[in-house]
T-cell receptor
Framework: DQQVKQNSPSLSVQEGRISILNCDYT??????FLWYKKYPAEGPTFLIS?????DKNEDGRFTVFLNKSAKHLSLHIVPSQPGDSAVYFC??????????FGTGTRLKVLA | SQTIHQWPATLVQPVGSPLSLECTVE??????LYWYRQAAGRGLQLLFY??????ISSEVPQNLSASRPQDRQFILSSKKLLLSDSGFYLC???????????FGPGTRLTVT
């Protein structure tokens, strides 16, 4: 049972436009959510996180939105840059320090 | 600053051979340590985690084992590899009471 789902395996966006990556979860006990970015043959790097007590967290070009009632979170990248091309994973935690990762969305930013 | 090392970067092993992947963390004490596997087309699957020396929790029954002989050393092992063990193995650490996990560069394992 996939508790964290990223239903779009890939996304292409024009440089300068907004990229929106989505993530859905099923476990209502999850209280902390993170986004990781991964380049090929490298380990994921932490991007941004959000606690369940918030509905938005912003860091530069990256904003994460959390809709608890819908069990949905999204990552917005504005403006998108070619260097943002990577696989993005969302992850969720229920306070046990054990993350459940989604299957990832491959973002391609076209120059 | 903290750094995490994994080796080797790539490994090709025949079915039935043993495996030992090593992960070390520098610049922090008493980290939580994790082993993940990313199989082709799938997300990151947590295999093992450790909150201290000699303390290992297994998340998925499998052909693999983990050990933590020192505070900042985490080893993933197998006595006999299976074809299904192929994948990208990632080690990660986190501070005891913070949430962000930091990943190593990974090891690409191909079992032939």
């Amino acid at each position: 049972d996939q508790q964290v789902k990223q239903n779009s395996p890939s996304l292409s966006v024009q440089e300068g436009r907004i990229s929106i990556l989505n993530c859905d979860y099923t476990n209502s006990m999850f209280d902390y959510f993170l986004w990781y970015k991964k380049y090929p043959a490298e380990g994921p790097t932490f991007l941004i996180s959000i606690s369940s007590i918030k509905d938005k967290n912003e860091d530069g070009r990256f904003t994460v939105f959390l809709n608890k009632s819908a069990k949905h979170l999204s990552l917005h990248i504005v403006p998108s840059q070619p260097g943002d091309s990577a696989v993005y994973f969302c992850a969720a935690d229920s306070g046990t320090y054990k993350y459940i990762f989604g299957t990832g969305t491959r973002l391609k930013v076209l120059a | 600053s903290q750094t995490i090392h994994q080796w080797p970067a790539t490994l090709v092993q025949p079915v039935g051979s043993p495996l030992s992947l090593e992960c070390t963390v520098e610049g922090t004490s008493n980290p939580n340590l994790y082993w993940y596997r990313q199989a082709a087309g799938r997300g990151l699957q947590l295999l093992f985690y450790s909150v201290g020396i000699g303390q290992i929790s297994s998340e998925v029954p499998q052909n693999l084992s983990a050990s933590r002989p020192q505070d900042r050393q985490f080893i993933l092992s197998s006595k006999k590899l299976l074809l299904s063990d192929s994948g990208f193995y990632l080690c990660a650490w986190s501070a005891g009471f913070s949430y962000e996990q930091y990943f190593g560069p990974g090891t690409r394992l191909t079992v032939t």
